[in-house]
């Protein structure tokens, strides 16, 4: 593993399945984006030796349980499969993204830089964005924050405490895979999470 990686936040992807030479040009198109990568052999896979942020598993033949072989990693698993896979069944496999074949590089590129930060990413060229989850809680603290309410007047709302509320944020923000509030409640806007006219 590159020693800077950590100071210049290039994220490091260990890349599984599709083959010899479909890894490698995963690889080299990941590269290409200023990623690191890895490209571990199907032995190393049962003792991984690598640190990796992301897993990126091309297709899902090469296992059965991508979340399983991305602990084994300490990161993430990203799926790049042939067709768009529904947001519940990328959650139920217990990978952090999908993006299809179909995509472009920008989107996968971003797909491996949001996952690696601690985001999900269920984005297709082809299909509509779909988002990770709310919970009811959570809809409710976008919808305040979509309404320029701050922290305070978030719990007074709520009826809950300024911390509560702030963990709510970072959920939010972790959920949709936003830098900043205001991206997540721009992105929570553009998803339909939001409902502006409700008290």
Same mark, same amino acid.
């Given at each position: 593993m590159n ?15 599709g083959g010899?030479?479909?890894? @490698? ?10 990623? &690191?990568? $890895? #490209?571990?052999?199907?032995? =190393?896979? &049962? ?10 598993? @091309?297709?899902?033949?090469? $296992? ?5 072989? !991305? ?11 042939? %067709?768009?896979?529904?947001? =519940?069944? $990328? ?10 074949? &179909?995509?472009?590089? &920008? %989107?996968?590129?971003? @797909? ?26 959570e809809r %409710? ?22 911390? $509560?509320?702030?963990?709510?944020? /970072? ?7 936003? /830098?900043?509030?205001? =991206?997540?409640? !721009?992105?929570? #806007? ?7 006219? !409700?008290?």
């Amino acid at each position: 593993m590159n020693p800077y990686s950590s100071i210049l936040q290039v994220p490091v992807v260990a890349i599984y399945g599709g083959g010899a030479i479909s890894a @490698a040009a995963l690889g080299a198109l990941l590269r290409s984006e200023l990623i &690191e990568v $890895t #490209i571990p052999d199907r032995a =190393e896979a &049962e003792s991984i030796a690598t640190d990796a942020d992301v897993v990126l598993l @091309a297709g899902l033949a090469h $296992t059965d349980d991508p979340a399983g072989l !991305a602990r084994r990693h300490g990161a993430k698993a990203l799926l790049l499969v042939d %067709r768009p896979l529904t947001l =519940e069944t $990328t959650l139920q496999l217990g990978a952090a993204g999908s993006v299809c074949r &179909e995509c472009s590089a &920008e %989107r996968l590129s971003r @797909a491996v830089h949001t996952i690696a930060a601690g985001g999900t990413y269920f984005e297709c060229d082809t299909h509509p964005p779909r988002a990770a989850p709310l919970s009811a809680r959570e809809r %409710r603290v976008a919808t305040e924050l979509a309404r320029g309410s701050g922290i305070e007047e978030i719990a007074a709302a709520l009826c809950i405490s300024p911390h $509560t509320a702030r963990t709510h944020i /970072r959920n939010i923000r972790r959920k949709l895979g936003a /830098r900043t509030s205001a =991206e997540a409640v !721009a992105r929570a #806007i553009t998803l339909g999470l939001v409902a502006l006219s !409700a008290p």
